[in-house]
């Protein structure tokens, strides 16, 4: 069963353009700046997006002189992961039950 803190999780991810910026996280550390620039959102927008990722503990922020940068949290995807591989684990083992009953 997922906790709260994993279902809180999949609603901050499942809004298209923070899962956009999760990707492009995933490739490098970035500014605000250029994830406006990948993006194309609007700054507020995008900051608010980020807002929501850094308080679900997603990114985290890293000042560098006036800019702050974001990078990804890998392991709190990795947990999340981990949570469904759990549950594929779970739901294969009743499948392959319910086959050997129905035999």
Do not use: W
Request: charge should be neutral.
């Amino acid at each position: 069963m997922l906790t709260s803190v994993e279902t809180d999780l999949i609603r901050v991810l499942a809004d298209p353009l923070r899962m956009q910026i999760v990707h492009l996280l995933a490739r490098e550390t970035l500014c605000t700046t250029h994830l406006v620039e990948e993006t194309g959102a609007r700054q507020t927008n995008l900051s608010n997006h980020l807002r929501v990722l850094r308080e679900a503990g997603v990114v985290e922020t890293e000042p560098c002189g006036r800019f702050v940068y974001y990078k990804l949290r890998p392991e709190v995807l990795e947990s999340l992961a981990g949570s469904f591989t759990e549950l594929a684990a779970t739901a294969r083992t009743t499948v392959e039950n319910d086959r050997k009953r129905a035999c």
